[in-house]
């Protein structure tokens, strides 16, 4: 990054096992730092990850005290704190409605984007407009899902395109696309439907305006909305490298360094112990690691797939061996983790997207009785909360 110089500070020494305790603080994954309530988990930690439907959940019962997954569903469709969004590498989130301009900002696709996307499903903007005006009168009076929707449109209007990807035929239909122009332009959202946990069943979709009209998306400039995104996540997970920001941000790396070049007065140059990396960190963060009192006991934790302490950085030599890290990053999705002392020791199935009944985690290492026993409560203990049933753990040893 060049930090050492560019920011005339000296560059300060930390221990990664200090700056380990310190994030799981950070992530509400101590005991002594479990949040309250759904927002507050939310809102430190930006955005849950929720490409796959039971992760939020997940992600939340490991950070809260007493969660119960009407928690989340209630700050998501009954109070509409929180929304579901397109952002951050493209991929689906969960976040604060009063980050969520900043986020979508900061990230959001060009027109030119939008229009490339039509154009390479051969869509002229004429049939483009048409589907739009129809999918916003479908969706005028409240949410729908894509069957509602494509039944709404005028005969004839609906067809099935295909496209040729690699050795393989992709099939799409023509208002599936308009919808994904839509909310890359922030018009419509797409959501599960309340207390549903498998990612495949169906979506719905739905005005921003009319459900969310407190939201306005221009109110920050894409450039401003990039510092402050860069600000909150260096904040969050830090310390980072500047390729970890350029990874989850899903930004170029000269925006990313025309970001950090307008905060370069709040950072701080970290060298991590026994780390080759240039870190960085908040000056203000910094100063509160200093003097943060860790506990001697970690906890047991039970991770779920693209949690965002496993899927916060490119750089991963903090949290895995080297020897797992492509049994625990496949195809770079993050699977769902074991981790002990803030560090993954082992991997565990999607039970809950298979809809299995069974929770197998697999170890990479032997653990001591009070830690085998601890995780198993902590399996049972997910497994009641999400399925409300007593299902089977089995632990097997690679």
Do not use: C
């Not at 952002?87 to 939008?114: C, D």
């Amino acid at each position: 990054m060049g930090y050492r110089v560019a920011l005339g500070f000296v560059m300060q020494k930390v221990k990664e096992e200090a700056v380990t305790k310190y994030l799981l603080y950070k992530q509400h994954l101590l005991d002594t730092s479990r949040a309250e309530t759904v927002l507050k988990v939310v809102d430190d930690i930006i955005a849950l990850h929720a490409t796959s439907a039971s992760t939020p959940y997940l992600s939340l019962f490991a950070r809260m005290k007493q969660f119960q997954r009407d928690f989340l569903d209630r700050e998501l469709y009954t109070y509409r704190n929180l929304i579901r969004l397109g952002t951050l590498r493209g991929t689906l989130f969960i976040m604060p409605t009063k980050l969520a301009s900043m986020v979508f900002q900061a990230t959001r696709a060009s027109e030119a984007q939008s229009m490339q996307l039509l154009q390479v499903w051969s869509i002229p903007h004429s049939e483009f407009q048409r589907i739009a005006d129809s999918v916003v009168a479908v969706l005028k009076d409240g949410p729908q899902p894509l069957r509602i929707i494509k039944q709404a449109m005028t005969p004839g209007l609906v067809r099935t395109l295909e496209r040729q990807i690699g050795k393989n035929v992709a099939h799409m239909t023509n208002v599936n696309i308009v919808l994904s122009v839509m909310m890359q332009q922030g018009k419509v959202f797409s959501e599960k439907y309340s207390d549903s946990i498998l990612t495949r069943q169906a979506n719905r979709y739905a005005l921003i305006r009319t459900v969310y009209p407190q939201l306005n998306f221009e109110a920050v400039s894409p450039e401003e909305a990039q510092v402050q995104l860069v600000t909150r996540y260096i904040g969050t997970f830090g310390p980072v490298t500047e390729q970890d920001i350029v990874w989850w941000t899903g930004l170029g790396k000269t925006k990313i360094q025309t970001a950090l070049a307008k905060i370069q007065s709040k950072l701080l140059p970290i060298h991590i112990k026994n780390r080759l990396e240039e870190y960085v960190m908040l000056e203000s963060d910094y100063s509160a690691l200093k003097k943060f009192k860790a506990p001697r006991s970690l906890p047991v934790l039970l991770l779920p797939y693209e949690d965002p302490y496993t899927k916060g950085y490119q750089l991963r030599n903090r949290l895995v061996s080297a020897d797992f890290e492509r049994d625990v990053y496949v195809g770079g999705e993050a699977q769902p983790t074991v981790l002990i002392n803030g560090k993954i020791v082992g991997i565990w199935n999607r039970v809950f997207e298979e809809a299995t009944e069974v929770i197998t985690i697999e170890l990479f290492q032997r653990l001591s009785r009070g830690e085998k026993n601890t995780l198993m409560d902590n399996a049972r203990l997910q497994g009641q909360m999400m399925t409300g049933k007593d299902l089977k753990v089995v632990i097997k040893i690679r």
